[in-house]
């Protein structure tokens, strides 16, 4: 059934950058007093009154729309908190899907239309439930998660396990869309990782790099334009010269705006990409060593405040360069013709009233593929 939403107050997406551009900030382009045609899940500009089919009309009520927000950094923790012990001493409690779907849905409720979760190599199962969720809402990318131990002996055992095992089942049972390494102090072997990564991308994973130590930031930086991966996501805030290469070629640099140890600087710098208009992406590290979950709304607050990113900056890293960043910008992350019917309406007259409240705006509903999957 086709779905005309009507009386929005206004529509503000972010369109992306031409490449010639060398301005600083991302522009949103904003449409007043319009209305939304959905068909089969997707954006279409076809006017609504030649249409043969029944229609459902939603009225926005004057709010302002905007595309779903997207997670690119959403981790399956190590210890099951899923899990509490009875009077016995006896595990009890949700199992896996379960749990997974009730933080899909404080996501969703949150705006996140998409995100990616990244499972350890130790949790197959964890895979396996990322694939009971797949045609859940918000969307689910799966990714295998591994770091390379620092022992030679262990760290050739995984290789061996990752490339002659994991890798080729989760190709067989389609588990996984990415495979990340993990960048740490001792950094494992170039060579060992480069083997790892080109076996994932042989299997069809699309391969990925976290940087967990931003002193082996360049040598993750090099492996990461040999091999062309997806993005580079800055567990530690990374440099702003490797972050400029990375970017000029093509492979997106994943901040964490959220996570601050103390060791770390308050103040993010991203100004040097922001001033050539290169894409930045910001995702939320949920769950990663067992942090607090956090809403994709504090990812943006902390970007303007952290990265000093203007609000139109924002909107557009939590959207459409995290759909970049998940390589599905084709698919979702601006509301254009074509693209899937990912929006979020806010009980806003203007999207600049944001920055009032720009980790708890007020979300009046959450559709994910054209259908409304959040409604206070």
Not at 106 to 113: E, F, K, P, Q, Y
Not at 119 to 144: F, K, N, W, Y
Not at 278 to 286: E, K, T
Request: hydrophobic letters at 45%.
């Amino acid at each position: 059934m086709d779905i005309l939403i009507t009386n929005i107050g206004q529509i503000a997406t972010p369109l992306g950058r031409l490449p010639d551009e060398t301005r600083r900030s991302y522009c949103l382009d904003v449409t007043r007093s319009a209305d939304l045609l959905v068909r089969n899940g997707r954006i279409t500009h076809v006017p609504y009154e030649s249409r043969s089919e029944p229609i459902h009309t939603v009225d926005a009520d004057g709010g302002v729309l905007i595309p779903g927000l997207i997670d690119p950094f959403w981790v399956w923790p190590d210890r099951p908190p899923w899990l509490t012990e009875d009077a016995d001493g006896a595990l009890v409690g949700l199992d896996r899907v379960q749990w997974a779907e009730r933080l899909l849905m404080r996501a969703v409720r949150h705006g996140v239309t998409t995100m990616e979760v990244k499972c350890a190599h130790t949790q197959c199962d964890e895979l396996l439930a990322m694939g009971h969720l797949a045609l859940q809402q918000p969307r689910v990318i799966g990714s295998l998660m591994t770091s390379l131990p620092t022992q030679s002996e262990e760290r050739n055992r995984l290789v061996s396990s990752l490339i002659g095992e994991l890798i080729p089942e989760i190709r067989q049972r389609r588990l996984a869309a990415f495979c990340d390494i993990g960048w740490g102090s001792h950094a494992g072997s170039l060579t060992e990782a480069n083997a790892v990564l080109r076996a994932a991308l042989g299997a069809g994973l699309r391969p990925k790099i976290h940087i967990e130590t931003a002193t082996t930031g360049r040598d993750a930086a090099e492996l990461a334009l040999s091999l062309g991966v997806a993005s580079v996501e800055c567990v530690t805030p990374l440099a702003a010269e490797l972050a400029l290469d990375l970017a000029r070629n093509h492979v997106m640099p994943v901040y964490l705006p959220v996570m601050r140890d103390e060791q770390e600087p308050r103040l993010i710098d991203v100004e040097p990409l922001l001033t050539q208009g290169l894409p930045v992406a910001l995702g939320s590290g949920s769950g990663w060593h067992g942090r607090q979950a956090r809403s994709m709304w504090s990812v943006l607050a902390s970007a303007m405040n952290r990265m000093n990113m203007t609000l139109a900056e924002a909107i557009t890293a939590c959207t459409l360069n995290n759909a970049r960043a998940l390589e599905i910008a084709h698919e979702t992350g601006s509301i254009e013709e074509g693209k899937r019917a990912d929006l979020v309406l806010l009980d806003l007259h203007d999207y600049r009233e944001i920055e009032a409240t720009p980790d708890a705006p007020a979300v009046s509903w959450v559709m994910v593929n054209g259908v409304i999957a959040y409604a206070p």
